[in-house]
DNA sequence: TCAAAAATAAACCGATTGGTCTAATTTAGA
DNA sequence: TCTAAATTAGACCAATCGGTTTATTTTTGA
């Protein structure tokens, strides 16, 4: 409260550090460099590197969410048209850093899924507050007969996002979107009613 | 030839830690113990760290894709079916150590895309490798009429592939097979012809 | 206005990192 | 059989890791 170092931004750094990096990969001592402060207010709000990886995941996920639940009420398209713009928005937004960062969410998971209770356990509530929000949207759609009923609106909604991750290994590891429009263009073809 | 330690028992260790721990959270000196190795032996045989993760993914990919070619061939399925069966004996792959490791090449793609030129170069080059052999057996499907042309066989394998690595991140953080298996079921009913 | 609490600042800590070095041992070929 | 090369072995290195400590400054509320 009117200190001289706010949480809310080192928070933005190690999103933006660890998204790009990774967890093992990044030491506190990047993020003090990078957010600009010493190591005695780092662990002055934060317990642990650990506590402050969960507190990214937290921060990234909340935002995130709020976004997604502005660009879902202002839609002014159809369900199924509004759940593809928003899979090609995130490609775009993979493709201003070069298509090297991916997504925090998924990248946690898949590093510390195996080692780390706390993050995994984030990481899994965030993406799941995600997808409820995707799956509303797919409900609407198989409301007014846009997309498929042969499967559940979680089933649909899960298949959606898990096959959107999937594509960041080959962004990365080619770094292009090729895949990426590829695959929604395949997927949007399957899901359609 | 003839001496105390063998560089593929170090790989297959290698491959093993590296698997479960990711890249940047293995030390040399963890290969080492668990391979009862000390140190010169290991950089008689390596370069470097990055030299040995290198060695270890063409190992792996190099292992893998003898395998393949063996379940493909020996196959007495529908082409559709020997794809069907082979994903699934993946997921039973992953059951072994509880879901919690995934597959090497998706996690080094993953985990080191963005930072390591040497390492992203070699698993792009093991990754696209598979995918050819998976590509054959898409095209004898679409050719027996089993599976959907409206997509080429290198779209397909991808899609396919790409698909089952984005199962890999709610596997690790539920250590579960649940999506996986609901993966299986969609993904074969929209590429059936 | 002033004392208690909160936040800032950086020196410091032991443990571990990837990697090197030197010496001893084992192997291969002349 | 003997020498040169390859391999084994682990002590050692500077740098970095996550984290603690102590002292100072800033803010808050009585």
Redesign the pocket.
């Known amino acids: 409260?009117?200190?001289?170092?706010?949480k809310e931004e080192i928070l933005e750094v190690g999103y933006q550090v660890i998204r790009k990096n990774g967890?093992?990969?990044?030491?506190?001592?990047?993020?003090l460099k990078e957010a600009?402060?010493?190591?005695?207010?780092?662990?002055?709000?934060?317990?642990?590197?650990?506590?402050?990886a969960k507190q990214v995941i937290q921060y990234y996920g909340e935002g995130n969410r709020s976004w997604l639940k502005g660009i879902f009420q202002e839609s002014i398209e159809t369900p199924i048209n509004t759940l593809k713009s928003f899979y090609k928005l995130l490609i775009d937004y993979n493709e201003e850093d070069n298509f090297c960062s991916g997504c925090l969410i998924n990248n946690m998971g898949n590093e510390t899924g195996r080692l780390y209770d706390v993050l995994a356990k984030e990481t899994k509530e965030q993406f799941d507050q995600w997808l409820d929000l995707i799956a509303d949207v797919v409900r609407k759609g198989q409301e007014a007969g846009e997309i498929t009923d042969r499967f559940s609106p979680t089933e649909i909604s899960n298949y959606l996002h898990s096959g959107f991750y999937g594509t960041f290994f080959k962004m990365k590891v080619e770094r292009s979107r090729e895949d990426m429009d590829t695959w929604l263009a395949m997927t949007f073809e399957f899901i359609n009613a």
Not at 1 to 6: A, R, T
Not at 23 to 31: A, C, D, L, M, S
Not at 36 to 52: A, M, V
């Open positions: 409260m009117g200190y001289k170092h706010n967890y093992h990969h990044v030491g506190i001592n990047q993020i600009g402060i010493p190591k005695g207010s780092f662990y002055n709000f934060f317990e642990s590197k650990e506590d402050f």
